[in-house]
């Protein structure tokens, strides 16, 4: 079962603009991270929020984390053509361990 | 370094046929773990390893089995490939197995398509 929903599915924006995306996720977490994948490509993990964490920053993104709502945003700002890409969250359970659960991803289009 | 690696990049297999695939790092890592990529489904666990000698079962492992001889291998093996395992594998390494506050390096993955 996925632990993860982004929304939006898809995102196409112009360079420059800001791009958000969310994630909502079912149960209890220790943390939260963000991947991005490049068409044809493996996963790169972009940014952790641990669970007592509010909001994260790191160089253009910000990511926040509300577990009241057991929800989670992207945000990229000033975004470039090179972000193109799918962005995944991915969530582990209360129980430990490395075990992850991904969502469904956001595709998100940068045009020129 | 050169991280997580997986062979082969593409592979087309006939039902009924077996084969593995192999995934390697150099890391020291304890961690790794395979995935299936699906079309609209996200990456979903089959099965991962905190350590040599030692694996388990993740979301959806029917069909597959693994094993952990090294810290640095740990090869997917279809035991007899169906359709329904077209699909694109990832292989991901951690540092430690006892702590979720570890990013995961995935490896570039295998396309497999079973006709």
């Known amino acids: 079962s996925q632990q993860g929903e982004e929304d939006p599915q898809a995102l196409s924006i112009q360079e420059g603009e800001n791009a958000t995306m969310n994630c909502s996720y079912k149960?209890?977490?220790?943390?939260l991270q963000w991947y991005r994948q490049n068409s044809g490509r493996g996963l790169v993990h972009l940014i952790l929020?641990?669970?007592?964490?509010r909001e994260k920053h790191s160089g253009r993104l910000r990511v926040t984390l509300d577990t009241s709502k057991k929800s989670s945003s992207l945000l990229i700002t000033a975004s470039r053509a090179a972000d193109t890409a799918s962005y995944f969250c991915?969530?582990?359970?209360?129980?430990?361990?490395?075990?992850?659960?991904f969502g469904t991803g956001t595709q998100l289009k940068v045009e020129l | 370094n050169a991280g997580v690696t997986q062979t082969p990049k593409f592979q087309v297999l006939k039902t009924g046929q077996s084969m593995t695939l192999q995934c390697a790092q150099d890391?020291?890592?304890?961690?790794m773990s395979w995935y299936r990529q699906d079309p609209g489904m996200g990456l979903r666990l089959i099965h991962y390893?905190?350590?040599?000698?030692?694996?388990d079962q993740g979301e959806v492992p029917n069909g597959y089995n693994v094993s952990r001889s090294t810290t640095e291998d740990f090869p997917l093996r279809l035991l007899s490939a169906a359709p329904s395992q077209t699909s694109v594998y990832f292989c991901a390494s951690s540092r430690e197995s006892d702590s979720s506050y570890n990013e995961q390096f995935f490896g570039p993955g295998t396309r497999l398509t079973v006709l």
């Open positions: 890391m020291n890592h304890e961690y």
């Open positions: 991915a969530t582990d359970g209360r129980g430990g361990g490395n075990k992850l659960t």
């Open positions: 149960t209890s977490i220790n943390n």
């Open positions: 929020i641990r669970s007592n964490e």
């Open positions: 390893s905190v350590g040599a000698g030692i694996t």
